[in-house]
């Protein structure tokens, strides 16, 4: 069974940064993508960006050239960067790991308020 775990989360006034961390625990399938997600209040969960087992990054247009995610294998961590906050970044911050044809997991979230 994995377990994520993020954390990093907290205040900011725009303008600022922010570094989240998802640990993983537990054996994870070779081929897998790390994702991570928002959700704002009275909004749907959106995708952020993603990274794959290979080192391959998407992003959300929204966070484009502000936004940078990355992984440590060694440590079973990947982060998200997140430069030049705005108030609209403010939501619960999801981690989710998806192994290729095996299973999904979600941590438990962690809130992000940039304040203006």
């Not at 940078?68 to 440590?75: E, L, Q």
């Not at 906050?85 to 998806?98: I, S």
Request: proline content about 2%; aromatic content about 8%.
């Amino acid at each position: 069974q994995v377990q994520l775990v993020e954390s990093g989360g907290g205040l900011v006034q725009a303008g600022g940064s922010l570094r989240l961390s998802c640990a993983a625990s537990g054996t994870i399938f070779s081929l897998n993508v790390i994702n991570w997600y928002r959700q704002a209040p009275g909004k749907q969960r959106e995708a952020v960006a993603h990274i794959t087992n290979g080192g391959s990054t998407s992003y959300a247009d929204s966070v484009k050239g502000r936004f940078t995610i990355s992984r440590d294998n060694a440590k079973s961590t990947v982060y998200l960067q997140m430069n030049s906050l705005k108030p609209e970044d403010t939501a619960v911050y999801y981690c989710h790991l998806l192994e290729i044809g095996q299973r999904e997991y979600w941590g438990q979230g962690t809130q992000v308020t940039v304040s203006s």
